[in-house]
């Protein structure tokens, strides 16, 4: 079966299929900040690089905080610009792990020690220091339920709607004959409609049809019974009349009572012994 064929609703389910497992191994897997090799900052250097102005020596900038794990620790990754000469900056990759509750070097507005956070951090300092620039990205999709849930519907909407409108263009119309083909297996058959005889070359074919068209005849209109017109025995027409009373005589079994005062039946005659001298 060509790939063009087959129906919106076998790609959605097979969009469905591949979401799910990419999801779920995605999630297996971990944050891929983990395993990197970014280059991992103290928080001395990480709060120096997050005040320090656009043409500093070290800064920061990129930032992104990572959904909070066990324990809610926060993860936050971006990257760094380090001057190596007068005219050489050198950047790369950074992350840094903050534990919660967060104590922060500098002196800002904490409501609840207990449960200060980086991110509250960050929006503490950045309108304090504006010349720091300090903006970051919060990576919502990297929460597993919804990590799990976008790339099912991604998968779904690119392979169960996209691909299959894609291949239909890329792939043209149908020829005539295919076009016919599937009209004719997908229509019902009319009833009434004789089926046409199979190939005359095709004898298993042919037995087949003649044993549905023998099953069909019998099953329709069962077969007339014929009566042959010459018997050999004449009929005797039935009538109410009530019979002859010569013609039906009751057989009378001949029995020999004896007795003296009870009579009894006689079922065998014996005779006499002979006596013998």
């Known amino acids: 079966m060509k790939l063009c064929n087959l129906g919106r609703r076998r790609w959605i389910v097979i969009g469905l299929v591949m979401g ?6 995605n999630w297996a897997s971990g944050p ?3 395993d990197d090799n970014s280059r991992t900052l103290s928080q001395p250097l990480f709060e120096r690089g997050l005040t320090a102005p656009p043409g500093a ?4 900038g990129d930032l ?8 809610g620790v926060y993860w936050v990754t971006g990257t760094y610009y380090e001057s ?5 900056v050198h950047s790369g990759r ?7 509750p967060y104590e922060p070097r500098l002196a800002v507005d904490v409501a609840d020690p207990d449960t200060f956070t980086v991110v509250q951090y960050l929006d503490e300092l950045a309108p304090r220091i504006p010349q720091a620039h300090i903006r970051y990205h919060y990576a919502w999709s990297e929460k597993t339920g919804l990590t799990l849930t976008a790339w099912v519907a991604g998968a779904m909407l690119l392979i169960g709607f996209v691909w299959p409108t894609v291949l239909r263009r890329l792939a043209g119309p149908l020829p005539a004959h295919e076009v016919e083909a599937l009209t004719s297996s997908t229509a019902p058959p009319s009833p009434g409609v004789p089926v046409s005889p199979p190939a005359a070359d095709d004898d298993l074919l042919e037995l087949v049809a003649n044993l549905e068209a023998n099953a069909t005849t019998t099953a329709g209109s069962p077969a007339p019974v014929e009566i042959p017109a010459d018997l050999s025995t004449p009929v005797r027409a039935l009538s109410a009349t009530p019979l002859d009373a010569s013609v039906v005589k009751p057989t009378q079994e ?3 009572y004896r007795g003296e005062y009870y009579p009894t039946i006689v079922h065998a005659n ?7 001298r």
Do not use: Q
């Open 270 to 276: 014996h005779t006499a012994p002979v006596s013998r």
């Open 84 to 88: 190596v000469g007068r005219d050489e």
């Open 57 to 60: 020596a070290f800064r920061l």
């Open 32 to 34: 891929g900040y983990r």
């Open 20 to 25: 799910s497992l990419v999801g779920v191994c």
């Open 94 to 100: 950074f992350k840094f792990r903050a534990a919660t």
């Open 64 to 71: 992104t905080i990572h959904p909070p794990e066990a324990g």
């Open 254 to 256: 001949e029995k020999d």
